[in-house]
């Protein structure tokens, strides 16, 4: 009964591999964010998307691309990984309104 | 621009006492603000927060935190440290005028625990 599930949990690859993140909410809500928490533990918002649209763009590279098939589902693709893209990645969803985001368990991913 | 600013990275105290971890916040606009909890190796887990109704908010586990707006600040605390609290907290701001639903976060104040 996860409310915001990713996969994987773990990702190690090798620096210029592509690589994607998933992500689905089963809370019925509207908008889904992405995350990076850097080795500082600090959090910085990448994406936002609401009903499928792009709404927040942070500078993020071009090699970071969002997709989001359906509004349950948001997914983040990396191209040519580099060695600062290590960090811990996380969902979260919200209904916009609200403003209350709830975050699923993270993605830490390692590129060597 | 909103901005929040945790006021000690490393907090410890002694189980059984009471925990204190500050927060001060910049905001254009009336804020939403929250405190979010990080456990080690876990998720971001939300304690409580405040959209400009009580200025006393109470959260999970014995948590509060109270708005004061002539002080800019938004300091959470607990009357009794558990060594379960042992974690990662994190101030966050919502400007409620924002597009996208935009969270910016302190820095994080790491709590240890004592037995």
């Known amino acids: 009964d996860t409310a915001v599930s990713q996969t994987p949990k773990y990702l190690v690859t090798q620096m210029g591999n592509d690589k994607s993140i998933k992500c689905e909410q089963n809370l019925g809500h509207d908008t889904m964010y992405w995350y990076k928490q850097d080795s500082k533990k600090f959090l910085k918002i990448m994406f936002s998307?609401?009903?499928?649209?792009?709404?927040i763009n942070e500078t993020v590279p071009n090699r970071f691309s969002p997709k989001s098939p359906d509004k349950a589902h948001l997914n983040l693709h990396i191209n040519s990984l580099e060695l600062g893209d290590s960090a811990v990645y996380f969902c979260?969803?919200?209904?916009?309104?609200?403003?209350?985001?709830?975050f699923g368990p993270g993605t830490r991913l390692l590129v060597l | 621009a909103q901005s929040v600013t945790q006021l000690d990275s490393h907090v410890s105290v002694s189980e059984g006492t009471p925990v204190l971890l500050r927060c001060n916040y910049s905001s254009s606009y009336s804020p939403s603000l929250f405190w979010y909890v990080q456990h080690p190796n876990k998720g971001l887990q939300l304690l409580l927060k405040?959209?400009?109704?009580?200025?006393l908010v109470k959260g999970i586990n014995g948590f509060e935190a109270e708005f004061k707006k002539s002080e800019t600040s938004f300091h959470l605390t607990k009357p009794s440290a558990h060594m379960s609290d042992a974690a990662e907290y994190f101030c966050?701001?919502?400007?409620?005028?924002?597009?996208?639903?935009?969270?910016?976060f302190g820095q994080g104040t790491e709590l240890s625990v004592k037995p």
């Open positions: 966050v701001v919502s400007d409620r005028n924002n597009q996208g639903g935009k969270l910016i």
């Open positions: 405040y959209t400009s109704a009580a200025t």
């Open positions: 979260a969803s919200s209904h916009l309104a609200q403003e209350t985001q709830y």
């Open positions: 998307y609401n009903n499928k649209e792009l709404i």
